[in-house]
């Protein structure tokens, strides 16, 4: 079956960075978008930031443009995170998830979107 494990979440102050990585099994990694959630207390999940199944296109939440950089390792079926100058608000425990296979469309829908890891919190200080 499909596990996606998230890791290097924790807790920083504002104005540091972190990595959260993904690692994946059980499906051909390759072939499949992935993207990074988020869900902080009280609020929607929403998506922060998307990568398509190549690497070669990536999308990101306005909130976070600029700070975060998505990439993925295909040889290592890893998807990353890097956040920047990190903000309170940007506290909230993230999930990585596998998105549509081969498509450069809209694959940062979260409804096309099906297998989620357990999350990993990120807690950012002031």
């Known amino acids: 079956q499909v596990q996606l494990v998230e890791s290097g979440g924790g807790l920083v102050q504002a104005g540091g960075s972190l990595r959260l990585s993904c690692a994946a099994s059980g499906r051909t990694f390759s072939r499949y978008a992935m993207g990074w959630f988020r869900q902080a207390p009280g609020k929607e999940r929403e998506i922060v930031a998307a990568?398509?199944?190549?690497?070669?296109?990536?999308y990101y939440a306005d909130s976070v443009k600029g700070r975060f950089t998505i990439s993925r390792d295909n040889a290592k079926n890893t998807v990353y995170l890097l956040m920047n100058s990190l903000k309170p608000e940007d506290t909230a425990v993230y999930y990585c998830a596998t998105g549509p296979a081969y498509t450069n469309n809209y694959y940062w829908a979260a409804d096309r979107y099906d297998y989620w890891g357990q999350g990993t919190q990120v807690t950012v200080s002031s």
């Open positions: 990568i398509n199944w190549s690497g070669g296109s990536t």
